[in-house]
């Protein structure tokens, strides 16, 4: 039995302030295939060392920017192995084009670009450079989402005949933006976070995860965008009809402004003898409800789960897992692609793994409801 | 102190096999204002006298069919102060009509009618009568629906932004109206039930308690209706969007075919500083979310309620009310009414008891729902 | 067919400020087998009075005390079928004993008597008179109780291992019975309330309730008791182990200064291979766990519970009932009971209602709590 | 600003088949304070090495047993900073001292060790050697937990009056210990585990976490300890009356065959004006119940709680955290007082970090609970 090395990852983004960057950092970390080594934090190189001394790396590996990193790291022989990129989203795509330029493997924040258009542009350059690229709709790694995804796989409930699928914060229900809140104030400037605001930020991972759970597509949507805050440049409501390639419909609906709600995507959909439910919040049990017998809570870790489930379960039934655990399942599945990447497997990611195809989906949708909002009515997918 | 006799109660539909007939005698009695006392059960003579003799009410006054009761009745110095219609819908509005005419006061199932051009001859035919109309939308009557609608009134939330209501139930999943399952047969018997399937039976119920708890009016709304079941000949499933007289909007679905809900009414409403949630399977408990601080859980008859709220409750809290109980407010509440009209009063009717004009609007709404369906898009209310 | 005219009900207690009293009245007519046609509301005649005009009885039969009642009654051709005990616990024998004698059919509020003393005469009287006697521990008539009571009897779970019961509320965290409160005022008066606080007022409900579900004895119990409200002459919080009759063990606390609880009367029952538990403040669901396969929730009124569930469903699963209708089933099946013994049964009560011999072992429970706490150890029940 | 290198960590136990010692390896590591450097990992060399090579460790640093490592270890300059123990019980005190021995602090799984005198021995040790010594009582870690134990220090409740404690499993219903299951082997086996079963392995989880959120101490003790499943060596199955410092009582409950739990740490403290409610998994939520006011549920990072909830929440509200995050800051606290003994502090242990004081006082509890239940009665703690 022979182990490899960690993998080096040098991360874009998560300088001082910034959230998602060491969520990254611990995820992608915590299962023991991946070590951080450096970085370009921020664009003040300043500020950049800075956040390398707090993340504990080689002074040196911190940067002043993604290029120099890239130059840098290519030419040391212990240099990075990937990218990750949690930047605003209007430098996902040079930075993505830059590192897969210079043949590095790319681990990505969604969405994966700021426009469909460049998600198409970076759907080709994917393709051509034949390198792994992975995104990180951290959803997808809960045990209980791959377990709803299993159960709808196989059929449990019938053929799928209704969605309903929410997505509701509370946090931007006043104009944070205006008082410095650097989160607030990328997401809702369209120069950074492209032309979707809640839908973007948190409808993209709506619709992924629906598509991800239910094995189904969405092939026709109705919209209807709102800004609800004065003064505001980007939608933060959004309601949606949506059609799914097997005939079902049902509702998707995002906002930022459902004052009181913390972070509550819930998804349920429902097939002719069944259903399930499952909450972001509540993430290690899954409601299933049947026709004909009791309600049931399938709790993550338990031995009556597929194995896709069990797969990803770190401790025993009982012992929640959560966001960062979630998180970092994606990570350990992009190590395990990139380590068969390396051994020669030219098609390493695993059907788990969001990438580029649900990268370029996310975007559709995006730019689709926007579309069918300025329509008010139907649109094809 | 001097304590009226109990009012006196007939009852149209209720015969064996029925559900909500029962349900109406339970409710209408439970708090000692009301007694049944005639009733034409049945549109068989026979079913409707065996019914009576369940009923325990003199056999003499189990009629063969509401005309025979009104005529009988009204020569009786004994005679009913009331009628109360539980036929399915098509029977809603001939008996209304035979009851006002025969100056009865009429308590009515919903919805009003079979159709909203029968709704505006109801609404007429109430007016000139002058007569009390109570309509039975169940769910007005729970406490904390009550509390709901005081903390809108109050402006708790501040101004509302959004609104999210469902109801969702399964039974409807298999073609049971096949099956000779007599409550699934007239609901998707357009004869009898009228152009509403779904968004009749429940989605009405819906619609209501959104005006209801928000106090708002839907001054538009777009929907979508699908007959999910192969061969049945209503709507089975419906999603819409609405929008507000105050310029709030969100979602109000509905669905007998979403497998394995019993009976899942939930009500979500957004304003600027915090929110609320209500469902009728929990109804003692009122959700209330802020967006700086806790989240709270109102319970049924505790003294921190509103007055409303404590003034419909009979026992402790921590003791449970339920559907019943609910149901037994609107009775007693139309009781007072009939009491206070008896005494004089032209204009009795309290402003949480759901009479003609809500009728109106319900059949409203099922009417819009249909031309919205039709034409693809947004219509006016 | 023939229906019976509905029986007639005497009440003792429930004048004005009384809570229970008018529970029985609304619980007893629910059904529609039954109706108040007298009572001795309060030993005031003034109020007995207005009390009778309230309930809408003929004004004659509100009489000044139970014995006046008792007599009256029993010289009417219409007079009373039964009568139904609501006074503070100390007149709970004087009452049914002078009830027995005019061989007037009892229905009691618990607990049976004020000592156990009491109980085992009152017991004798019973037996002696061979009359109907029922007790309203009001938690038998809940259908998930039912439902359980079924499951445990059925071995679903094998043989029984542990308990844990528990009953807490919080509204004596304050010595309200110096304040004028009537509730809390007898409740803490030994000469009322006889010598149970806590353990009486909702002890006797937590034992009672455990050897109802499950269908074992207690054999044995070690209990410590507090009066944690200084002055207080009662006890107001219990701690107890208990052994059953099968070897299983566990614990049954109650507690009236638990602040901040309402009503929160738990029951979890553990076997070999499984466990169930329920919440009186959730009455409509079981919650069933497995050794080897998911949670499972019940819901009242669903196919597939069992008969003994199902014969007491009103209203299809999904509609919540209340304690009002757990009370009146009990009501119900004492009407049937009462039906059956003027049939010529001598035997007529069914084994799911309290009667007697429920109420003797409440009072032991009492007696024996008392005991053990002042041995501070283990005691034989 | 200088960021220090990551401590180094040497891991005794973890090797294949262990279930705690990984979930120490990522607690460790998760805040990028701490590295994995050497283990001895198994009592065989060979599975040690196996294990060394999975954790990807430098094979050199897979040692054959602790006495080696500890040897080894202590040679290089690079050697470890601390020893974490996550053997079977019986191991901790050998290990634990010839690391103190050794000049080397140590991280220990609970329980301290086997037997309340190895408990006295080691804290004499630890007391001698001026060593940091921190035990991993996990629950501790919980943002949730900090909160409850905060409100309890600001008195937001009055004084505490009554507890209710229990922590059910039911993974030992059935005798897995005969089955060559790992887990349940040395649990059950005295010579590994020490006198105490369930009230070793999870008893004292539950005691700790009594008095480290009330902040109170348990004084007597009245247990009743059984073992359950017949064959099985040590108890399965405690119930408990403790008594604390302030006069307060309750209840200790643990069980580890209460079929169909599967780590339901439940705790409830109730005081003059309120209580708490928190259980480990629903962590992220904290239930708080006022005498005269709405219910609460305080969620995790939320803005509103205390310093000490909020230093450790890594991830916004509405993100859910789990036990390993818990765990963690169990390892970021005790990383932090490593460095600041390092720096010359002598005394760098928080008071929020359990250390031997609470390891003898778990081991005080195994051995009072056991004399408690010889004696049938109260013993003084």
Redesign the interface.
């Known amino acids: 039995?022979?182990?490899r090395?960690?993998l080096r990852m040098g991360l874009v983004g998560g300088g001082p302030g910034a959230?998602i960057g060491?969520?990254h950092?611990?995820a992608a970390?915590?299962?023991?295939?991946i070590e951080l080594v450096a970085g370009a934090f921020s664009q003040s190189p300043e500020r950049s060392r800075?956040a390398g001394?707090?993340?504990?790396i080689d002074p040196a590996r911190a940067y002043a920017n993604y290029q120099e990193m890239i130059a840098a790291e290519s030419k040391r022989t212990d240099g990075i192995d990937f990218i990750v990129i949690t930047t605003p989203n209007h430098l996902h795509l040079p930075v993505a084009l830059a590192a897969l330029e210079a043949a590095i493997p790319v681990m990505s924040d969604k969405p994966a670009t700021a426009t469909y258009e460049e998600a198409l542009a970076l759907e080709a350059a994917v393709k051509k450079s034949g390198l792994p690229y992975g995104l990180t709709h951290t959803y997808a790694g809960y045990a209980m989402v791959r377990e709803a995804r299993a159960m709808c796989a196989a059929g449990k409930?019938g053929a799928i005949?209704?969605v309903?699928v929410?997505y509701f914060?509370?946090?931007l229900?006043?104009p944070l933006e205006t008082t410095g809140h650097k989160q607030a104030a990328w997401r809702s400037d369209p120069a950074r976070s492209g032309k979707g605001g809640a839908i973007g930020d948190i409808g993209t991972h709506a619709f992924h995860l629906l598509e991800y759970i239910s094995g189904l597509e969405v092939t026709a949507i109705?919209a209807?965008l709102?800004t609800?805050v004065p003064g505001r440049r980007l939608d933060d409501?959004c309601?949606a009809?949506v059609r799914m390639n097997n005939g079902a419909?049902?509702?998707l609906?995002c906002?930022q402004?459902?004052?009181?709600?913390?972070?509550?995507m819930r998804m349920r959909i429902?097939?002719?003898?069944?259903?399930l439910e499952w909450r972001?919040?509540?993430?290690?049990r899954l409601i299933?409800?049947?026709?004909?017998?009791?309600?049931?809570?399938?709790?993550a870790a338990?031995?009556?789960l597929s194995k896709d489930a069990l797969a990803v379960a770190?401790?025993?039934?009982?012992?929640?897992?959560?966001?960062?655990?979630a998180f970092a399942i994606l990570y350990r599945e992009f190590a395990d692609a990139l380590t068969a990447w390396k051994d020669g497997n030219r098609n390493p990611l695993p059907a788990t793994l969001p990438g580029i195809v649900a990268g370029v989906r996310g975007m559709r949708f995006i730019e689709r409801v926007i579309e069918s909002n300025s329509r008010?009515?139907?649109v094809e997918f």
């Open positions: 039995m022979t182990e090395r960690k959230f060491p969520v950092r611990i970390e915590l299962d023991g295939r800075e001394v707090k993340f504990g409930f005949r209704k309903a929410e914060q509370g946090w229900s006043k109705n209807t709102r609800v409501d309601n009809f419909e049902g509702t609906a906002s402004v459902a004052a009181g709600e913390l972070n509550e429902y097939g002719e003898t069944g259903s972001q919040q509540d993430p290690n299933v409800k049947w026709l004909d017998g009791p309600e049931e809570i399938h709790h338990a031995g009556y770190r401790v025993p039934s009982g012992h929640p897992e959560g966001y960062l655990e008010e009515g139907w």
